[in-house]
Antibody, heavy 126, light 111 residues
């Protein structure tokens, strides 16, 4: 079955760029699913960051849109997240997850998320 | 946009049934049948338990069921077991700019 695994630095300095990669195994990233990043600050709830499709199409949470870039590398079966100008508020466990797309009134969106990666804690601190 | 509203905590004894609510608006929960529920044990990734309001993924116990009435979706767990103790999150598609919303999470305690 499809499995996802996050990787990247666990510590990032304030004002710098957070970079994470999700490696997909047991299946191809080049299928009709959306590949997502979701984060969870310590002791808090989930926040959807955005998704990328294998074609390169992206959509981001408006609250983070100005700082987020996602990319996909189909040859490596990976997709990535970059979040610029980080602050302590960006400290969280970052999950990657596959989502079934839905279409409503001509707008495409992630629907349900399955599977998820195990998550990786990124701490923003000097 | 505001997160969906869930109770902070619920509890029940083994064998009992409990229900967790998830309240939104007619722009999200009430307007579409795209509500999903996730179970999260401490230190673990969320696990999909229900999708499209009431559908259960393969491999998930049929003790878990979902429903919706108006702007409120519900997750019911019957025959509570100790292993059900976890945090539960709802999610819904929204016609707003955010694409989708999560609830704030509910901590289930099995007494």
């Amino acid at each position: 079955q499809v499995q996802l695994q996050e990787s990247g630095p666990g510590l990032v300095k304030p004002s710098e760029t957070l970079s994470l990669t999700c490696t997909v195994s047991g299946g191809s990233v080049s299928v009709s699913y959306y590949w997502n990043w979701i984060r969870q600050p310590p002791g808090k709830g989930l926040e959807w960051i955005g998704y990328i499709y294998y074609s390169g199409t992206t959509n981001y949470n408006p609250a983070l849109k100005s700082r987020v870039t996602m990319s996909v590398d189909t040859s490596k079966n990976q997709f990535s997240l970059k979040l610029i100008s980080v602050t302590a508020a960006d400290t969280a466990v970052y999950f990657c997850a596959r989502a079934k797309p839905l279409s409503s009134n001509g707008r495409w969106s992630p629907n349900w998320f399955d599977p998820w990666g195990q998550g990786t804690l990124v701490t923003v601190s000097s | 946009q505001s997160a969906l509203t869930q109770p902070a905590s619920v509890s029940g004894s083994p064998g009992e049934s409990i229900t967790i609510s998830c309240t939104g608006t007619n722009s999200d929960v009430g307007g579409f049948d795209y509500v999903s529920w996730y179970q999260q044990h401490p230190g673990k990734a969320p696990k999909l338990m229900i999708y499209d309001v009431s559908k259960g993924p393969s491999g998930v116990s049929n003790r878990f069921s979902g429903s919706k009435s108006g702007n409120t979706a519900s997750l019911t767990i019957s025959g509570l077991q100790a292993e059900d103790e976890a945090d539960y999150y709802c999610s819904s598609y929204t016609s707003g700019s955010s694409f989708l919303l999560f609830g704030g999470g509910t901590k289930l305690t099995v007494l």
